[in-house]
């Protein structure tokens, strides 16, 4: 036979079946035993401690807003009650995190063996929701509680005055209606540099800023302005005023404030009275000492 045709050489038939015949024993053996290797392996994995979640890493915009034991009450995360991590559900515990009023996003990832990673953003407060104790409110209307997640700030309050003006019956739920979108509106106009600099605001209160009497109808709101005394050894005088301002016309009544601080800013300082000036009436301010504040 010519070398060179080799290929040409016909196999035997029994020979050519048992060749298949090893082949396919070879291939379903190694099948077999990798599918078992793998079975066995994921078993292993799922009853190991190796795989029990023990260390949380959390990150977002601020530095550990949240302490990450009260993520793992969250989670249900437990020594006493060990977790598999390949038996966690990643779904639910989103789920579970976005149910704390203080956690606005969350997103929830497992890092082998024993690890989970947990990215989230805190809700931000604005101001202070007065209607309720111990609650912040953020830009976006929704309350949360203060203590003991945060730290007390020096925020201003938002008083919306009744319960009908409140459209929440849940933390989870946004506090709508034209009220707080006013009280809102406010807060942000006092946000200027020439307000700021004038003054601290202590209160915005818009519970009769849609009366129905249109005498009734205002805005009520608390500052605090720092005056110095050079009499005394303390120097540093707050002195309280309340004004009361129309629903329409408060931007402009608040310019007319800054011009009219100034007279008693620069008049003597005997006692200090809480101050009420009350601006509803166009062009004209009442002003009222009201009574001293020791």
Not at 31 to 46: C, D, E, P
Not at 102 to 111: D, P, Q, R
Not at 177 to 203: E, P
Not at 264 to 288: G, S
Request: net charge neutral; glycine share 4%; charged share 25%.
């Amino acid at each position: 036979m010519n070398e060179n045709s080799w290929w040409q050489h016909k196999i035997p038939l029994v020979q050519s079946v048992a060749w298949i015949v090893v082949s396919v024993i070879l291939c379903t053996s190694f099948g077999y035993a990798s599918l078992q290797y793998f079975v066995h392996s994921k078993q292993n994995k799922k009853t190991s401690p190796t795989y029990f979640l023990k260390w949380i890493v959390q990150t977002g915009p601020e530095k550990e807003p949240l302490k990450s034991i009260y993520l793992c009450e969250l989670l249900d995360l437990s020594v006493d009650k060990p977790i598999n991590i390949y038996q966690y559900d990643l779904q639910n515990a989103e789920k579970k995190l976005l149910s704390s009023p203080i956690i606005k996003k969350a997103s929830v990832k497992l890092i082998p063996p024993n690890t989970i990673y947990i990215d989230y953003t805190a809700r931000t407060p604005l101001a202070w929701f007065y209607d309720y104790t111990n609650t912040f409110i953020d830009a976006e209307g929704y309350l949360f509680p203060v203590v003991p997640f945060f730290s007390p700030k020096t925020l201003p309050e938002i008083y919306l005055g009744v319960q009908d003006n409140i459209k929440s019956a849940s933390l989870l739920e946004r506090v709508q209606g034209k009220h707080i979108d006013l009280g809102f509106a406010i807060l942000q106009y006092l946000d200027q540099s020439v307000f700021r600099d004038a003054f601290t605001v202590k209160r915005i209160d818009v519970s009769s800023a849609f009366a129905e009497s249109y005498g009734k109808r205002e805005i009520v709101l608390k500052i605090v302005e720092d005056l110095i005394d050079e009499g005394k050894e303390d120097k540093n005088v707050k002195l309280p005023i309340i004004l009361r301002l129309s629903t329409k016309g408060y931007k402009q009544e608040l310019v007319n404030y800054l011009q009219l601080r100034t007279k008693f800013r620069e008049a003597p300082i005997t006692t200090v009275h809480e101050k009420i000036i009350d601006f509803r009436i166009p062009q004209l301010a009442f002003i009222d000492d009201g009574k001293e504040v020791l």
